[in-house]
């Protein structure tokens, strides 16, 4: 296959998966925050942060795809496409498990929260920890593009 070819549809993979992962997690988190903030609207503004963190998912990919995109005049071998290959499947793999972890863990910590509003610093660990994953997934993504 045409290494440019590739790395386009390597670039198309980053963004695709990544944004499925975000609308996992949202599609989860989201009706949870709903329903705590029509119980305590004052708890809205610290527990968005399961949204934003999901979001997040979707603007990882989005950043390797530009990546891809801007090194598109330099694959020229297939070596280098597969290189793009291998980076977008890193990235959108380490994101699908993070949005798993958030569409667990951010529903129960909002859940606490309502029950226990201090409980909120030490169950946000769950889902930082979770958007860790894709983190991990974005720095490889990194270094294995240059």
């Known amino acids: 296959m045409e290494p440019t070819i590739l790395a386009i549809i390597a670039a198309a993979l980053s963004i695709i998966l990544c944004s499925g992962a975000a609308l996992l997690s949202i ?24 949204i934003i963190l999901g ?15 801007g090194r598109l005049p330099e694959i020229n071998t297939e070596d280098d496409a597969m290189l793009t290959l ?8 380490t994101a699908i498990m993070a949005s798993i972890g958030i569409s667990y863990t951010g529903p129960a910590m909002m859940t606490a929260a309502v029950e226990k509003d201090a ?6 660990l769950g889902l930082v920890l979770s958007e860790a994953l894709a983190i991990y997934g974005l720095l490889i993504s990194f270094m294995i593009l240059g």
């Open 86 to 93: 291998i980076s977008a499947i890193t990235m959108g793999s």
């Open 119 to 124: 409980s909120f610093t030490t169950n946000i």
């Open 27 to 50: 599609k989860t988190c989201a009706p949870a925050l709903a329903s705590v903030t029509s119980e305590k609207p004052e708890l809205g503004s610290k527990l968005v942060i399961a």
């Open 55 to 69: 979001e997040a998912l979707a603007i990882y990919g989005l950043l390797i795809a530009f990546m891809i995109i």
